[in-house]
């Protein structure tokens, strides 16, 4: 599977952004998907997954009550809406894909087996 991530940009501290993930593929249904980050520097970090269903999801306890992940099957595409954004959020962002036997959420880099591209969020404060 390809994973093309877009929607990154500059945004003011406290403000707003959604990043998506297209995927190619007729499988994506199967695929548990998730979002991380790499700061200048720093190590890339899980920020939000979600289960090939979109019932089930998790986050990394920087971003929880501020960013939400979900999926649209019928486009191939999972999101990150990123709200309350702050300076530390700044970074490279990442959407992964793997496809599982079982219904889970994937929280560490080395579980996902597709990478995207990055898209670059800019936060000023």
């Known amino acids: 599977v390809q994973l093309q991530a877009s929607g990154g940009g500059l945004v003011q501290a406290g403000g707003s952004l959604r990043l998506s993930c297209a995927a190619s593929?007729?499988?994506?249904?199967?695929?548990?998907m998730g979002w991380f980050r790499q700061a200048p520097g720093k190590e890339r970090d899980f920020v939000a997954g979600?289960?090939?269903?979109?019932?089930?999801?998790t986050y990394a306890d920087s971003v929880k009550d501020r960013f939400t992940i979900s999926r649209d099957d019928a486009k191939n595409t999972v999101y990150l809406q990123m709200n309350s954004l702050k300076a530390e959020d700044t970074a490279v962002y990442y959407c992964?894909?793997?496809?599982?036997?079982?219904?889970?959420?994937?929280?560490?880099?080395?579980?996902?087996?597709?990478w995207g591209q990055g898209t670059l969020v800019t936060v000023s404060s």
């Open positions: 992964a894909a793997v496809a599982l036997p079982f219904s889970g959420v994937v929280s560490v880099a080395r579980g996902y087996a597709y």
């Open positions: 593929g007729r499988t994506f249904r199967s695929y548990a």
């Open positions: 979600i289960n090939w269903s979109g019932s089930s999801t």
